[in-house]
C-alpha cells in the first residue's frame, strides 16, 4: 500500500520566489552594465545560475508512505527514513518554527528546504516544506529530526505514528514540569 502526499506552494512562497527571481535579475542587469559585460559579471550570472539550479533540485514534490518506509521526494533527491526507524511524529506548530535559520538549503524559493539550525535546541535538522504551516517532525531512534509540510498533515501523522505510541518529546515534559512548578508556587 502506498500513500502520496503532494506539496502545494503557498501565496507567500510564490510571492518569495517572484522576489527572489527579480533581485538575481536586477543584480544581474546592474553589473553587466556597470561593468559592461566583463569578468565579473560574467562570474555573478554563472555563479546565481548555478545556486539556481542546485536549489531547484532540491525543491519538495511529493511525500510517499509504502509500508517499509517514508520516502520525502524532490526533483533529484530523495531522502529515506524507513518505518521501523521512526521514533515519533507530531504536528508542529508555525510558531516553534520561527527559532529555525537556514544553514545550507533555500529558504522562500519554491519553498523552505534544506539543513537548518533550531536555535532553541542547538541542534541540525532537515526540513522539507512547500508552506510555512502544516509541519509535521518525525524523529528517528537516531535523534534526526525532519520536518515536513503537506496539506493533509494530520492524516500524515495518524498514518505514521509507531505501533507503542510515540516516545516523550523533551520539550513537552519542560513545558509539563514548568506548569506544575508555577502551580506549586502560586499562592492558594
Not at 561593468?35 to 565579473?40: F, I
Not at 510517499?64 to 526533483?75: A, H, I, K, W
Request: proline share 4%; net charge negative; glycine share 6%.
Amino acid at each position: 500500500m502506498q500513500s502520496v502526499y503532494k506539496y502545494r506552494f503557498s501565496r507567500t512562497t510564490l510571492y518569495w520566489t517572484v522576489v527572489y527571481l527579480a533581485a538575481f535579475g536586477l543584480l544581474g542587469w546592474l553589473l553587466y552594465h556597470l561593468y559592461e559585460g566583463g569578468y565579473l559579471s560574467a562570474w555573478f550570472t554563472s555563479f546565481i545560475v548555478a545556486l539556481v539550479a542546485l536549489m531547484a533540485l532540491s525543491i519538495p514534490r511529493r511525500i510517499v508512505v509504502t509500508d517499509d518506509r517514508v520516502e520525502v521526494r524532490c526533483l533529484l533527491d530523495i531522502t529515506e527514513i524507513r518505518r521501523d526507524e521512526i521514533a515519533s511524529v507530531r504536528r508542529v506548530e508555525p510558531r516553534r518554527m520561527k527559532w529555525f535559520v537556514p544553514i545550507f538549503g533555500g529558504f522562500g524559493f519554491f519553498g523552505y528546504y534544506g539543513h537548518f539550525l533550531d536555535l532553541r535546541r542547538f541542534d541540525r535538522v532537515k526540513l522539507y516544506a512547500s508552506e510555512w504551516k502544516n509541519f509535521v517532525e518525525i524523529t528517528d531512534i537516531y535523534e534526526d529530526r525532519l520536518f515536513v509540510s503537506c496539506t493533509e498533515a494530520d492524516r500524515l501523522v495518524a498514518e505514521l505514528t509507531p505501533p507503542g505510541g510515540n516516545r516523550p518529546d523533551e520539550e513537552e515534559e519542560d513545558e509539563e514540569e514548568e506548569a506544575e512548578e508555577a502551580a506549586a508556587s502560586r499562592p492558594k
